[in-house]
């Protein structure tokens, strides 16, 4: 299993940057990398809940995810279980800080050879969504 994590503080309260994962509407505005759009067709937020959706790509293309919420523990934790490839386990946790949020972003692939295959692209993407987020967040507080 290969892993990839990063984190950012965002200046808002635990429960202003989970509003913005457990709301649909919100996710869909600021899931996946820069110049990504989304179109989701089940977004269940709760343990157990499904989550297919299509990814709209800058260069026209589009990639359909099937995940599951596998567990959801409102506000501090969002885990996705992503069923369709490449396959990986996504945790998303959230806790208090000084300047107000600290999310950590752990997502952990159960193929290591996948891993290093899509690392080029996975790496920057998580930055990116972690930037789609502050900036929904920030602009919603």
């Avoid at 635990?14 to 990504?36: H, N, Y």
């Avoid at 950590?104 to 996948?114: D, H, K, L, M």
Wanted: with cysteine.
């Amino acid at each position: 299993m290969t892993t990839f994590t990063t984190s950012r503080e965002i200046p808002a309260t635990v429960e202003q940057v989970f509003s913005a994962i457990s709301s649909s509407e919100r996710l869909a505005r600021w899931w996946g990398p820069a110049g990504f759009t989304n179109t989701f067709n089940v977004c269940e937020f709760k343990s157990g809940g499904r989550w297919s959706f299509v990814m709209h790509g800058p260069d026209g293309k589009n990639y359909l995810n099937e995940s599951m919420f596998a567990e959801v523990e409102s506000p501090t934790k969002v885990v996705v279980q992503h069923m369709s490839e490449p396959k990986f386990r996504l945790t998303i946790g959230l806790a208090a800080s000084p300047a107000g949020t600290m999310v950590s972003w752990s997502q952990a692939f159960e193929n290591s050879e996948v891993a290093r295959n899509v690392e080029h692209i996975v790496v920057p993407a998580n930055e990116q969504n972690l930037d789609r987020l502050t900036a929904e967040v920030l602009a919603r507080k």
